[in-house]
């Protein structure tokens, strides 16, 4: 029989979906299964998720995937888990039932307690010890709000995670024995970790009123946290037995998938938000105003140990052109935004803030809401589309500015994620942003990510270098319009993000 060639297997639970990829030796993604995710918004400002639904999805994704492995001749040597990362998941450890919808990262339900928080004067012990600032984005002030608000019991058999911790249970056979755990990248999103000692802080738990007991055990992003089990995709899988090697939140995954190994590189990835990451060595920096310290992995002894990162956080970017399909229906399709914003040569003065849940990085203001200005009688579609795409590259040219304000501005910046295969946006950004745009061969790279770093642990790949040698790039944008021109569309933007600010005052 001929050798079945090995390849590795990521799962990618997302906002708006759960995808499971298949990865080959080449780094390249020779497989796929989708399912998208239904949204709940049980008030304004709220969003919730169906942790059953998302389980469900892993269960169906994968077994699409692992269904066509031995027709392919293809083996899974490991398996990786990259999620959403704050997004907070309450169940019961005995049942394996879920004791509340979990709560989304995009929720702004405790904008109130963070702000009596910061009024206590908590965040200078928060941002030390997490590299955070007190919003309703991270998850602490959501576990707590489950307990005090939601209605969970605070049992024994109580447990608070993220989606990875939700996956990583139920894959490894629930509550037959799945391993509770979680990683670095992860736990350091929640307000609870201390980023500098890699373990949960005690004092940060009582701040917040989350019993340490309930959370999960941080151990490294790569190694081996178990197998998957029988039970978990039905005994005559293809990835029965198969090791789960790799634990790691989508957008650190993303970094790692980018092969930005070394400090100073840099990537952004356009999904529902924006996300901006630039390497910034093993040695945790002090806080840098705008931008959040984290944690980018810890590879453990398997290549390298921890490194950490900068961060800029945007809440909207996928999220706004979601809006403009199915909130406005002026698209038909997602794909259809660059088409129609390239009917004109400019938005006419129209500028879009898509503050739909207050604005991330590097403003931070949670009372924020979506704003267009500018609007004039022949504004239309193709301008609001326009506007749009330019809104992705203004906020992401913001976080750079704010890193270049750090010490820290990457000369080149790669990016991914669903909007990158967009053109008009690439050179808007590299245009805003004076520097190298560059779009690798595949854009999956959350998955990439935590497909090559579960390979990695398993030895399908040797060394961070040999993972570096599969980073291919397929396409680069340079700066070319004029910098005067740039400067005067970028102030006009900041305008309107002023106007867009504390539209909201209890911020939720």
């Known amino acids: 029989m001929a050798a079945r060639s090995p390849v590795t297997v990521a799962i990618d639970a997302g906002t708006t979906g759960v995808r499971s990829l298949v990865v080959d030796e080449r780094g390249t993604v020779v497989d796929l299964a989708y399912r998208e995710l239904t949204q709940f918004f049980p008030r304004p400002g709220w969003v919730e998720h169906d942790a059953v639904e998302i389980w469900h999805s892993v ?4 077994a699409e995937v692992a269904g066509r492995l031995p027709a392919a001749g293809r083996e899974a ?7 959403q990362r704050e997004t907070v998941v309450a169940w019961d450890r005995a049942s394996g039932a879920p004791l509340h919808r979990a709560v989304v990262w995009q929720d702004r339900r405790t904008a109130g307690r963070c702000r009596s928080l910061a009024e206590e004067g908590r965040l200078p012990l928060v941002r030390h010890r997490t590299g955070l ?3 309703p984005y991270f998850s602490a002030t959501k576990m707590a709000w489950l307990l005090d608000e939601g209605g969970v019991p605070a049992g024994p058999g109580l447990v608070l995670g993220t989606v990875d911790s939700w996956v990583l249970w139920n894959l490894t056979g629930g509550p037959a024995g799945g391993v509770l755990a979680t990683d670095p990248t992860n736990a350091a999103r929640t307000l609870l970790l201390d980023i500098h000692e890699l373990h949960w802080s005690e004092e940060l738990c009582d701040v917040f009123g989350v019993p340490r007991r309930a959370l999960p055990e941080v151990r490294p992003s790569c190694g081996r946290f178990g197998t998957v089990a029988d039970t978990g995709l039905g005994g005559t899988s293809s990835l029965a037995g198969v090791p789960v090697s790799a634990l790691v939140g989508d957008q650190h995954a993303a970094l790692f998938g980018q092969a930005c190994f070394e400090p100073g590189m840099a990537k952004a990835t356009f999904g529902t938000g924006s996300f901006v990451l630039v390497h910034a060595g093993g040695t945790c920096p002090e806080p840098v105003d705008g931008l959040l310290t984290t944690v980018a992995w810890d590879l453990g002894d398997t290549a390298g140990g921890v490194a950490y990162a900068l961060e800029g956080s945007v809440f909207a970017a996928g999220a706004g052109v979601q809006w403009l399909r199915d909130g406005l229906g002026i698209l038909e399709s997602s794909a259809g935004l660059e088409p129609l914003a390239r009917t004109v040569d400019s938005s006419e003065g129209v500028v879009v803030v898509p503050a739909f849940t207050g604005l991330g990085s590097p403003h931070w203001d949670p009372a924020a809401r979506g704003t267009i200005i500018g609007l004039s009688r ?4 193709a301008q609001l589309a326009r506007a749009m795409v330019e809104a992705m590259g203004f906020q992401v040219r913001d976080v750079l500015d704010a890193m270049s304000g750090a010490g820290m501005a990457p000369t080149e910046v790669r990016v991914d994620g669903g909007a990158a295969v967009m053109g008009l946006l690439l050179q808007h950004l590299a245009d805003q942003a ?3 745009v560059v779009r690798p061969r ?13 390979g990695l642990a ?3 790949w040797g060394t961070l270098d040999d993972l570096a040698g599969l980073w291919t790039a397929e396409a680069s944008f340079a700066p070319v319009a004029p910098e005067e021109e740039a400067e005067a569309a970028h102030a006009a933007w900041l305008r309107a993000v002023d106007r867009s600010r504390g539209w909201a005052r209890d911020g939720a």
Do not use: C, F, K
């Not at 040597?77 to 999620?83: D, L, M, Q």
């Not at 595949?442 to 579960?454: I, K, P, R």
């Open 378 to 381: 022949g504004s239309g579609r």
């Open 133 to 135: 600032v007190l919003d």
């Open 434 to 436: 004076r520097v190298g």
């Open 458 to 460: 398993e030895g399908v």
């Open 442 to 454: 595949s854009v999956e790279t959350t998955a990439l990510g935590a497909a090559t770093m579960a």
């Open 59 to 62: 269960q169906a994704t994968l």
């Open 77 to 83: 040597r490991a398996v990786g888990i990259t999620n």
